[in-house]
């Protein structure tokens, strides 16, 4: 029988799947849309290996969340930001 745990694990695992399979989506617009992007699971990560004793550092975290070292998914997928999306997340980010 499968614990919480192991199933969120699982679904985990799928989100990230899932991103992957969707790099065209860019994180300023996950940002603006949902609140978190890509760094923010890393970030995430970090957190929970801390609370559980681990010590993870975060371009460990953020290559196991990208699937490759964060500067060559910068390099391959990322994508200058509009100015409609530097706008938006700045606003977003008065309200904070």
């Not at 617009?29 to 975060?58: H, P, S, T």
């Amino acid at each position: 029988m499968a614990t919480s745990e192991s199933l969120e694990a699982a679904v985990f695992r799928r989100l990230l799947d899932h991103l992957d399979e969707h790099k065209e989506v860019q994180n300023i617009e996950l940002m603006n849309l949902a609140g978190f992007c890509r760094n923010c699971l890393a970030k995430w990560y970090v957190a929970a290996a801390e609370e559980a004793g681990e010590n993870i550092v975060y371009e460990a975290a953020r290559e196991r969340v990208y699937g490759m070292p964060y500067a060559e998914w910068k390099e391959k997928f990322q994508l200058e930001a509009t100015p409609e999306q530097l706008a938006k997340m700045q606003q977003s980010s008065d309200h904070h």
